[in-house]
């Protein structure tokens, strides 16, 4: 990401990924998104990635706080306008535009459900929404690493390898979030049944005490 970004550094409209996007660089409002969108990834990516540490959260929750809503006001009111601009001009025809559209109306959802439930002391349902959240901005790495794996192992034309890599960029990793998600869940229920196990067993020994 870094390499991506100093790539972009100075405003140079002729190099990295703009190179094939010399349709739309006159464009202001594409060009400016696309300079937002690329400069604030980084933060956005390390901002998210802090959330999930059990040290930072238990030892330092200002830290936590303070992060967790940059890293919201980066997603609603940064990534998502500018990304959404930019899923309109997409490469990769209808297909590519359809997946980039609906990455980013799922990347806003989640993250604002994610604000709203921790707004309403849900910490269970804010996690998962944040683990759904991060998954869609992990998508800018993962977008990265899927065109390299299948344009190593498959002969595609770069349209039809830039259809498959943008769906390919962000739905493997909601099908993960969603497995740890229910995985966790699966765990919290079992720890829940020996708890509750552990009462009954507690109060059938006090009635038989009290019996006797």
Known sequence: MLRIITQHFPLNPDTGFLAVKQEYIHIRIWRTAFYI???????????????????????????????GKIYIIAVLFVNFPSGMVLAFYSNG??????????????WFWFTLKAFLEIRKRNVLLHKQFMMRSY????????LRTWKLILSSLFILSPLTLYQIDAWMGFVPNLLVAE???????????AVRKDYLTADHDIIDNKEKKSRS
């Open 37 to 67: 969108h690329v400069f604030s990834s980084i933060l956005t990516l390390m901002a998210g990635f802090t959330q999930f540490s059990g040290f930072i959260l238990k030892e330092h929750r200002k830290v936590h706080r303070l992060v």
């Open 93 to 106: 025809q209808l297909p590519s535009k359809i997946a980039f559209i609906i990455l980013d109306s799922l």
């Open 135 to 142: 998954a869609l901005t992990f998508s800018a790495v993962t």
């Open 179 to 189: 497995w740890l998600i229910r995985k966790k869940g699966k765990v919290q229920q």
